[in-house]
């Protein structure tokens, strides 16, 4: 028989709690646009790439529509975007609609140029090619979330930084317009005054939490806006402490459709790229070495492997998440 003490020590805290109910939001003006891009689009892996995981409030697949929730500069907003037959019909609400119309395009690959990319180089590069015809590399013209949610993953499993994320912002986000219940990431304001026991609730060691708040408060958003190129992107965003080659790279990936980011540090890519295009594992030296050929489009290689299917075979049990709350 267990003692009411130790039953009281054995109880862990709870580690998911959903917000409060709250009134509904005021039904706002929808505007509705259809897109039609003059290239193909394989939408769901191209705009998929920008969710944090299945339990990510800010963005939801229903069907064939995938909901997204965006702190605009404009002002919070939700858009709805739907696939059909070779166009992409919209529908957005709250005071950054017009800003997330305008910017569809955009996340959508419009801006993506392929122009001196040779797929024959490899095989499986020019199979992957001809498959995936659609495969474009979008922005999201978004940085605060991208850049906090990156760090959030910096590491630890995807499973523990998205649930982190998710944990946060129902916190200390707030309610997205429109008839979903979405909810939109944090302003930087808020960011940065998260106070740690929240941050360590939500399972984020201080490390992590540290670089969110310097990155918060940095004012980096319109220095990087107004970067030339990537390599500019990267030494503004590593100079933040906290910020390394691989947090830096995942913004460029996600925020700027950069088509020659690396993610290097990264505990799987290196493996997968080496396996896919020598059989065998290589370290980031080794990925580099292999990238090399395809320089200003090593990124598009990397998502072309991903899109072939060729995966490494797993050696070893999964790694096991350790959860620091309980030390």
Known sequence: MTSSSSMMRAR???????????????????????????FPLDFRPVVGIHR?????????????????????PD?????????????IRASAWGSGATWLIDQLPAL?????DDAGFDA???????????????????RSDVLTDVLISAILEQKVTALQAFHAWRDLIYWHGERAPGPRRLWVAP????????????????????????AAVTAAASGIADRLHAAVDGQERERLLTSVRGIGVWTAAEVRIRTFGDADAVSFGDFHLAHEVGYALTGQRVDDDGMRELLEPWAGHRQRVIRLIFASGVVEPRRAPRLHPEDHRER
Do not use: K
């Open 52 to 72: 944090r995981g299945f339990t990510d409030p800010t963005m939801r697949w229903e069907h064939d529509v995938l909901w997204r929730a965006v702190r605009t």
């Open 120 to 138: 024959s180089r490899h095989p499986l590069i020019a199979d992957a090619a001809r498959r995936n015809p659609g495969l474009r590399l979008g």
């Open 75 to 87: 002002g919070i907003g939700t858009i709805a975007m739907r696939q059909e037959h070779g166009t």
């Open 12 to 38: 862990p805290e709870r580690r998911h709690r959903r917000p409060a109910p709250l009134v509904p939001l005021p039904t706002a003006p929808r505007i509705d646009s259809v897109y039609c891009p003059p």
């Open 108 to 112: 959508c690959g419009a801006d993506d």
């Open 187 to 210: 302003a930087l304001d808020t960011w940065r005054t998260i106070p740690s026991w929240d941050w360590h609730r939500a399972g984020v060691e201080p490390p992590q939490s540290r």
